[in-house]
């Protein structure tokens, strides 16, 4: 069975400040998302690496897809409250259109 | 361009009934993916369907779970006899026929079995 782990499973930073959460598995993926929940919302699709090493930055937020293409990485540089909420990764394997979500990672930025 | 909607928002069943949940994909999309998240937990996969076929269904329940995507119309995903297992945010995503793996997720229907 396919497990991505998520680390931490709690973060509670002050604004401005950089956290790091971190996506882990044993197993290889093709490509790799992260996504945003809000509370009684659906997932908001944040960014895709399909390729090993893959570094992606949108605004305050940088992904980086692993070498292996086994784990992946969400910076966040100077966080705003705006950032509070649930973030996921979701690995799909080759061959196969199904994601595998991880346990999420729930984050609250005070003002 | 709507994004993906799901109705209804909130479904309340009693155990034994049985709940039927609608899915909208956005205009030109193809595909549909259903998922189920329990409280605090993540999502989990349960299947995944274009127009009239069922091409991934490794996640669905064995028994009282079904799914279909007709030609005309919404996504309808299916549980029959209810148990208070069942309680969950099923949420529904859709694809472009072009990229069947960018996702864009719906508000979900939030099921509570009494």
């Known amino acids: 069975t396919q497990l991505l782990e998520q680390s931490p499973q709690f973060l509670s930073i002050q604004e401005g400040e950089n956290l790091t959460v971190y996506c882990n598995s044993s197993s290889v993926f093709s490509s790799l998302q992260w996504y945003r929940q809000e509370p009684g919302e659906g997932p908001v699709l944040l960014v895709t690496v399909v390729t090993g090493g893959e570094v992606k930055k949108l605004k305050r937020l940088t992904f980086q897809f692993g070498d292996a293409r086994k784990d992946s990485s969400l910076h966040i540089t100077a966080a705003q409250p705006g950032d509070t909420g649930l973030y996921l990764c979701a690995g799909r394997s080759s061959g196969t259109y199904k994601y595998i979500f991880g346990t999420g990672t729930r984050l609250k930025v005070l003002a | 361009n709507a994004g993906v909607m799901q109705n209804p928002r909130h479904l309340v069943r009693r155990r034994g009934q049985e709940a039927r949940l609608r899915c909208s994909p956005m205009k030109g999309h193809s595909h549909v993916y259903w998922y189920r998240q329990l409280p605090e937990e993540g999502l989990k996969f349960m299947v995944y369907?274009?127009?009239?076929?069922?091409?991934?269904e490794s996640g669905m329940p064995k028994e009282r779970f079904s799914a279909e995507f007709p030609k005309e119309g919404p996504s309808i995903l299916r549980i029959q006899q209810v148990v208070r297992g069942d309680s969950a945010a099923y949420f529904c995503?859709?694809?472009?026929?072009?990229?069947?793996?960018?996702?864009?997720f719906g508000p979900g229907t939030r099921l509570t079995v009494t």
């Open positions: 995503a859709s694809s472009p026929p072009g990229d069947p793996y960018e996702q864009y």
């Open positions: 369907l274009q127009k009239e076929n069922i091409i991934d």
